[in-house]
């Protein structure tokens, strides 16, 4: 790395912060970027400032919008009954994507994970108990749609206690059927997503 400029090192080590970007590729970005007219450049920046400048948490589920509360809480026509709680925003466009679900969300930032020290509190998931303890209507499902792997399944475990101390008459579901052990939810398709939430189980 010290062979490259400074402001060279810099970008790539930018880069390197990014998930899934190694070394090589932060270097062949960098260069690439090099050889880009100017304006390139700056709207490229612009666009990431604008991005961060523009988009907001919805203060109800945690999804990510240009308006809190976001498009979907303020959607009279969705069934507030029903709350689908997913690990992250793009879980929500992967299930909006089946056209299947006509409830609400709850995101809880990521998964319980002792071995990275994520536990409950880290997690949107004190909000996600108000919630279903104070709403107006009051809840009557809660679907857990973590991932399916070990993190998602002792979270939504947790969650199954959690709620299920606050609530007892609430319905408690959790997708899962036809998704492979170890699966990312907004990398599912469509067809098998739909499929997974039609035949949620009883949990
Ligand atoms: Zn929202």
Redesign the pocket.
């Known amino acids: 790395m010290n062979k490259f400029p400074r402001p060279v090192r810099e970008l790539v080590s930018m880069f390197e912060r990014l998930p899934g970007i190694g070394p090589k590729t932060a270097i062949r970005l960098t260069f690439y970027l090099f050889q880009t007219p100017p304006h390139f450049v700056q709207d490229f920046a612009r666009a990431m400032v604008e991005m961060k400048q523009k988009l907001k948490t ?1 203060s ?4 990510i ?1 240009e308006t809190d ?2 498009r ?2 303020r959607d009279n026509q969705r069934d507030k009954s029903v709350i689908c709680v997913v690990e992250k925003p793009l879980d929500i466009l992967a299930i909006e994507e089946t056209g299947s679900f006509k409830g ?2 709850h995101v809880l930032g990521g998964v319980i994970n002792p071995l990275l020290h994520i536990g409950p509190d880290d997690l949107f998931i004190a909000p996600l108990l108000e919630r279903v303890k104070k709403s107006t209507p009051s809840i009557k499902e809660v679907i857990i749609a973590t991932d399916p792997t070990m993190e998602g399944e002792a979270t939504a475990l947790y969650l199954k206690k959690a709620l299920g101390k606050i609530k007892p008459d609430l319905k408690i579901s959790r997708i899962g059927h036809g998704l492979p052990m170890g699966a990312d939810l907004d990398y599912a398709d469509p067809g098998t997503l739909a499929e997974a939430l039609k035949g949620r189980r009883s949990y």
């Open positions: 919805c109800i589920c945690y999804n919008d509360p976001c979907i809480c609400v969300y």
